[in-house]
């Protein structure tokens, strides 16, 4: 069975730091990866995903995460923190055959 | 434009009672969805439509009732309601539902049964 586990429900960080969520699965075939983020009293949307192609994906607002097969790790980074991006962050899998899969999710607070 | 709409928004209701949740999108998606996401935030898929059909159904009470009269539209019926149904509960749409598409997510309706 597929899953998705989140190290750390919550994570703070300062203003100005690095943002590390980290995001690891387990599948039996190779997965699709996403990272969505839920800001208060809001749906969730895409911040970026990884299909095929290029290990390290690009997203919205600074963020990026890096697809490493050999430790079946999806984390997600930003290098400098921001008061806005305090929100909700869910990893998701979804194998080629199967629904979509959500973790349970990273607070993330910003310290300024 | 609001791409995936939820009404009502937020929904108070006493125990017992019957309840609907209405959700559009207007993407011209061809794939709907309900979450419930509980107090510690986990989200768990309930069921999932694709262009009026039944795809996905999860192990959910059949007090939950899903309809879509049309591919824009997926609504939620609650019979008999419980405490534990309280919850925030979304509506999604997709493409056509592929496993590397997108979800495109409502703002949520918050339902509190007392």
């Known amino acids: 069975a597929q899953s998705v586990t989140q190290l750390g429900s919550h994570v703070s960080v300062s203003e100005g730091a690095l943002v590390l969520l980290r995001c690891n699965y387990s599948?039996?075939?190779?997965?699709?990866l996403f990272w969505y983020v839920q800001y208060p009293n809001q749906g969730l949307q895409l911040l970026l995903k990884?299909?095929?192609?290029?290990?390290l994906v690009k997203g919205i607002n600074g963020f990026e995460a890096e697809f490493k097969k050999s430790e079946t790790s999806f984390h997600l980074t930003k290098p400098s923190a921001h008061m806005s991006d305090a929100a909700e962050y869910f990893c998701a899998v979804s194998p080629q055959y199967d629904k979509v899969i959500f973790g349970p999710g990273t607070s993330l607070s910003v310290i300024p | 434009d609001t791409a995936v709409s939820q009404t009502p928004k937020y929904l108070v209701t006493q125990m017992g009672n019957d309840k609907s949740i209405k959700c559009e999108q207007n993407?011209?998606?061809?794939?709907m969805y309900w979450y419930k996401q509980d107090s510690k935030k986990f989200l768990k898929i309930m069921f999932s439509y694709n262009n009026k059909e039944l795809i996905i159904n999860e192990t959910v009470p059949n007090r939950f009732s899903p309809k879509s009269p049309d591919k824009a539209h997926l609504n939620l019926h609650i019979n008999s309601l419980e405490l534990g149904d309280s919850a925030v509960y979304f509506c999604a749409s997709s493409q056509d539902g592929g496993p590397q598409e997108t979800q495109y997510f409502g703002p949520g309706t918050r339902l509190l049964v007392l």
């Open positions: 599948s039996s075939v190779p997965p699709y």
């Open positions: 993407l011209g998606h061809d794939t």
């Open positions: 990884y299909t095929t192609g290029a290990t």
